[in-house]
């Protein structure tokens, strides 16, 4: 599971839209303090994904601290602290959130994630990050 964990935030720090998104199962959802409603599903997250692309957008950055990963049975629930910097025509925009990713291996082995959730790093901490 921290190998999966770890190709995700790899493939989001790189842009790579395919391999991240290869990485949620299809009826995954998505909960973003930055985005006014929960996107129900992974076709749902990679539309709102492809419009910011339109827009000039992608990742220049992604660092993740702070990372612990609890097993439960056949799922695994992912939290870390993430320092992203993404830029859009130009201009660059640097934010710290925390984030949970839960992960389920299938019957055939294989681990995709069902729920990312992102949510701000308290004012009060941002300094320490």
Do not use: K, N
Not at 4 to 10: E, G, M, S
Not at 29 to 55: C, Q, T
Not at 100 to 117: K, L, N, P, Q, Y
């Amino acid at each position: 599971m921290e190998r999966a964990a770890a190709a995700l935030v790899a493939a989001f720090a790189a842009t790579d839209t395919q391999a991240y998104f290869d990485a949620f199962s299809p009826d995954a959802d998505f909960v973003f303090h930055s985005e006014p409603d929960r996107l129900a599903d992974r076709d749902s997250y990679e539309r709102l994904w492809r419009g910011w692309l339109a827009e000039g957008w992608r990742v220049l950055s992604c660092v993740s601290t702070d990372a612990v990963v609890h097993l439960c049975g056949d799922a695994a629930v992912f939290v870390h602290d993430v320092r992203t910097t993404t830029e859009t025509d130009d201009v660059a925009e640097t934010t710290t959130e925390r984030e949970t990713i839960v992960f389920h291996r299938t019957a055939d082995g294989s681990v995709t994630a069902v729920h990312e959730h992102l949510s701000p790093v308290p004012p009060s901490m941002e300094a320490s990050t």
